[in-house]
């Protein structure tokens, strides 16, 4: 069984005392993202997700294309079972 949605203000306490940190969250059902916290309000919580880029766009058509590091994911407040710290090594 999942383990259980915390309270928002619990959550988003936890959220904010992570900010631009690196840590691993896991939701309600199941699924663990990991990112760095940009941003929490009352109902959302936003990650910088580390992404692959794609080699084969940087020689498409808008050459030069920087392709992102990050990508940002939007995740309820009211969906999170847990966040924790993670080891971040450049």
């Known amino acids: ?6 309270a928002k203000k619990v959550t988003k306490s936890l959220c904010e005392s992570h900010m631009h940190r690196y840590v691993e969250v896991q939701a309600a059902d199941g699924y663990c993202y990991d990112g760095i916290v940009e941003h929490v309000d009352d109902e959302w ?43 971040y090594y450049w």
């Open 1 to 6: 069984m999942y383990p259980k949605p915390v």
């Open 45 to 87: 919580l936003c990650l910088a997700v580390p992404g692959m880029a794609d080699q084969m766009r940087a020689f498409g058509p808008f050459y030069p294309y920087r392709p992102r590091r990050f990508n940002r994911l939007v995740l309820p407040l009211a969906g999170l079972a847990a966040i924790s710290l993670l080891p």
